[in-house]
């Protein structure tokens, strides 16, 4: 009796879980490659793109599964991070307009306590490897930021303990400080920020379906493994009730848990597809 070839698994990620794929049903990875999108095409369809004498159709596992896809991630953190900079504008404005009438300073005086602040402490907490350049780059921002922040104490300080001859001369470095020493760098941190943001995320890689003008797009391949069941979808009542979710494996490389794919079912809805594409 012929022994059955066992393959390996490509395994890759979406949203930071691990997925597989037996790799007999793949023809070939690629890059994610310039495309064209299709007019009213379903939205977890990407696009297509010519690949050597075939015209292949993708599909965005993100969206299949009801996540954001990359774009819309990439988009959700630059409008972060422009409503932080938006703030941080407001808050600059505000010291000025607070010294010249001789109101109290009203927001935040911790960088720690501003939404800029509260965001970046969870971030470098959360110490996420996939935007580990994105960290990095983020530290830059603490000695400003803290900088800034400060000058609002220091102008309070200086309020309450400065002669009336030295007043003047105290609240103005404190403003100076605020506005042309640290906010311009971190305005230009930020932006950076994004743009680090955009070129760490978008590392998108196509599985090409074997005997299919179809591929399957995920966020990056964490390479080829054998692979073990430790449970069967139908012993696992959650996970049940995916139809995209064949079994439950586990790897000797790490900890994770990782989903198969169930094939039959990917492969029925990619021919329902390509009837009203």
Not at 103 to 108: G, K
Not at 134 to 154: N, T
Not at 188 to 205: G, N
Request: hydrophobic share 40%; charged share 30%.
């Amino acid at each position: 009796m012929k022994e059955e070839i066992k393959y390996p698994y490509i395994v890759f990620k979406i949203e930071e879980s691990y997925y597989c794929i037996n790799s007999r049903y793949i023809a070939t990875i690629v890059q994610l490659p310039h495309y064209d999108r299709i007019p009213a095409a379903p939205a977890n369809v990407t696009g297509m793109f010519r690949y050597r004498d075939q015209v292949i159709q993708m599909l965005d596992l993100r969206k299949t599964f009801g996540f954001q896809t990359m774009a819309e991630e990439c988009k959700a953190f630059e409008d972060m991070i422009d409503a932080r900079k938006q703030e941080h504008i407001r808050w600059v404005n505000e010291l000025e307009r607070t010294l010249a009438s001789g109101e109290p300073f009203q927001l935040a005086k911790n960088p720690h306590m501003c939404a800029l602040g509260k965001w970046y402490d969870q971030y470098t907490a959360d110490n996420n490897s996939k935007n580990s350049s994105v960290l990095f780059h983020l530290r830059k921002i603490e000695e400003p930021h803290e900088r800034l922040h400060h000058a609002a104490e220091e102008a309070e300080l200086c309020r309450k303990e400065c002669d009336i001859c030295r007043r003047e001369e105290c609240l103005s470095k404190a403003l100076r400080c605020a506005k042309e020493e640290c906010m311009p760098v971190i305005l230009e941190l930020l932006d950076e920020t994004k743009a680090i943001f955009q070129s760490s995320v978008y590392r998108e890689m196509v599985l090409l379906l074997d005997g299919m003008k179809w591929g399957i797009v995920v966020d990056e391949i964490e390479g080829v493994q054998e692979l073990e069941v430790i449970e069967e979808k139908e012993h696992q009542p959650v996970v049940n009730k995916s139809s995209y979710i064949l079994n439950v494996l586990e790897s000797g490389n790490h900890q994770n848990l990782i989903f198969e794919l169930n094939v039959d079912t990917l492969f029925k809805e990619l021919r329902e597809m390509e009837k009203v594409i």
